[in-house]
């Protein structure tokens, strides 16, 4: 079977159905039908799902951008919540989802927003094959190669995969800081569909991702905003700043870079993220002016 986009459900060639979510431009008496002037994909990150875009969606909407989410799979309320489905095949979900939106709305500039996960699947897609987009938003991308673990890490995630798979791990006793938005935090913790306990399995797969977007940095050339929280704890800023360090002086017109001082790895959601969304709003309107927020460019400045 070919892929299908429905209005609640992306639907892959092999029959898998991943929920989705749209935010778009509400009609008016004079536009019955609101048409938006730019549409984003947007790309959760590691056991989360589509639900993470519900405060930035309605605000991009509300400025005539409408936002595709979908729970990729593994995540959210698909079938297999909780088991990892692998770089080559989230890569093709993802390809799959920009044709279909492509074909839907022709003419209109298209950009990824990828979250932590959902940026590391974009940045190892765009090593394989340029994805047919105006743009890429890389927030807090998960760039913490296995290069930038320390040996014993490596060696203690490699061989519990590989022997028990199925042994679930929590973050409780982790003195990690996701966000200083602590009500969204606890919301997150009694959503049944966010995942808590962790198969070692996906976490080997994950940590196998952050090596490919981490290797991607070097050929990526993409037109692109790079979102960062200079207080991010689960990204580290060694992660980022050894990511930032391999792109290609090449292209570096073609990219903003913005490391905001007081967020954390979930910046899109803290609670001074309406500051986020108004510099993606200004770079997907004109990239080439100065973001609105005249956040620093590195952590050293």
Known sequence: MTAALEDAALIASDGYVMPLRRWNPAP??????ATPRAIIIALHGFNDYSNAFAQIGPWLAARDIAVYAFDQRGFGATEDAGMWAGTETMIADL????????????????????????????????????????????????????????????????????????LRLGAEG????????????????????????????AMWGISELMDAALDAAHSYDAPSLILSGALDEIVPSHATQMFLARLSPKSADRRKIAIYDGHYHMLLRDLEAETVWRDIESWITDPTLPLPSGAKTDFLN
């Open 95 to 166: 390809r799959a989802m920009i044709a279909l939106v492509r074909e839907a709305n022709p003419g209109k500039p298209i950009y990824v927003l990828g979250e932590s996960m959902g940026g590391a699947v974009a940045l190892a897609a765009w090593a394989e094959a340029p994805l047919d987009v105006d743009g890429i938003i890389l927030a807090g991308p998960a760039v913490w190669g296995q290069a930038g673990m320390p040996a014993y890490m490596k060696f203690s995630l490699w061989m519990t995969a590989h022997t028990i798979p199925w």
């Open 174 to 201: 982790l003195d990690i800081v996701a966000s200083d938005n602590m009500e969204m935090l606890h919301a997150l913790g009694r959503d049944p569909l966010v995942i808590k306990k962790t198969r070692v399995d």
């Open 28 to 33: 008016s008496a004079d536009i019955p039908r």
